[in-house]
């Protein structure tokens, strides 16, 4: 597994009774997810500025899938922190970023069978 950074243009997800486009995924008890997706203006980021997602009315999934894995730390590295920690404050969101030689994520979980960390 790898993590990914970037984000997408806005797309509308498609009504639950057809239409063209893309079809959000079903829930695991047969309802429908929707949501508004848009990606960040800068580009410069390496992938560290994240897209911004709204749920809208739908109930975040978060609260229905299985359970079992944790976040315990996500953070970064890139060339430039101080100018990705401005795109991320303007965004009123912060996440820790060292100096290193190229862009990259790092996503620490925990589970039943320990800990694994995931890298972009």
Sequence with gaps: PQLRGGGGRAIPAAPAG???GPRPP???EGGTLSWELTSPPFG???GLVPFI???GSTVHPSTTTVQG?????FAATHPHPEHVNRMLHALGTSLPIKHGPEPRLEARLGGPAGETVLHS
């Design 18 to 20: 057809g239409g063209g």
């Design 26 to 28: 079903p829930t695991p």
């Design 44 to 46: 410069d980021d390496g």
């Design 53 to 55: 997602l709204a749920w």
């Design 69 to 73: 894995l944790s976040l315990v730390s």
